[in-house]
């Protein structure tokens, strides 16, 4: 039988050993549970209810971390391990994720789709695509002003002000926010451009002159600076999105 199934009328077994303290219950005992259950495993449940406790499991099965998942009398490991046991993905979190960026560029287009509802204009049109690209901006600043300092140190990396005048670092996500509410709100176009057309410009010689020219590979500080997105086509589009939204208010001023 495969680890994925268990009959109906004989689950098979497993023990999970995982804490439960006072002002502490661990997480990934509580997913180590549901999984097991999930797979139709009867699970008899241990609770570690203290630190005392828990070091002794530690030292008797010389494991490091807990939960701990036995089945059939094998211990399987931790919350990780009972994944891979099941033939599951575990994420690793130094890996490479566009996720934060489709998730900003998604949220941005519904957004600008609920904008236009709003306002009774039609769902899709040139407005709708002036709100998509100010509201980006906007969640794209949002995600960078979550810890400044990080996203400013991993900017220095490329950015090619940034690395002669510091302080431009930690500017950038107050003119890039900004811009957006700006733009967004259509107010003081003349301030909206102007800063649009100085961050986009110089942020697009920085992404191109690293990635195209130097052949730099770095992590993109597009979405904050904990992030794993490779830098590359994501950052150089966010700069010549706001190019280009400069660019067509200027045209139609």
Not at 53 to 72: G, L
Not at 198 to 218: N, P, Q, W
Request: aromatic share 10%.
């Amino acid at each position: 039988m495969s680890p994925n199934a268990a009959t109906a009328t004989h689950p098979r077994k497993a023990v999970l050993y995982r804490m439960v303290m006072p002002g502490h219950t661990c997480p990934y005992g509580l997913k180590a549970r549901w999984l097991l259950r999930h797979k139709g495993y009867e699970v008899e449940d241990h609770w570690l209810t203290s630190r005392e406790q828990t070091d002794a499991f530690k030292r008797e099965h010389d494991v490091k971390t807990t939960p701990q998942i036995f089945i059939e009398g094998k211990r399987i490991g931790g919350h990780d391990d009972l994944r891979r046991f099941f033939g599951m993905k575990v994420a690793n979190p130094s890996d490479t994720s566009y996720v934060p960026v489709i998730a900003v560029f998604a949220v941005g287009a519904l957004l600008a789709l609920a904008v236009s509802w709003l306002t009774a204009m039609p769902l899709v049109s040139v407005m709708t695509v002036e709100s998509f690209i100010a509201i980006t901006m906007m969640l794209l600043a949002m995600l960078k002003l979550q810890d400044v300092d990080r996203f400013a140190t991993m900017f220095l990396n490329y950015d090619l002000l940034a690395r002669r005048y510091v302080p431009y670092g930690k500017a950038y996500p107050f003119l890039e926010l900004g811009a957006g509410v700006l733009m967004l709100t259509g107010l003081f176009h003349w301030l909206s451009i102007s800063v649009a057309l100085f961050i986009g410009g110089i942020g697009t010689a920085s992404v191109f002159k690293a990635v195209y020219i130097d052949k730099r590979e770095l992590k993109c500080a597009c979405v904050g600076g904990s992030s794993n997105v490779p830098l590359g086509f994501v950052s150089l589009t966010e700069n010549l999105m706001m190019v280009s939204m400069a660019l067509w208010m200027l045209a139609r001023l």
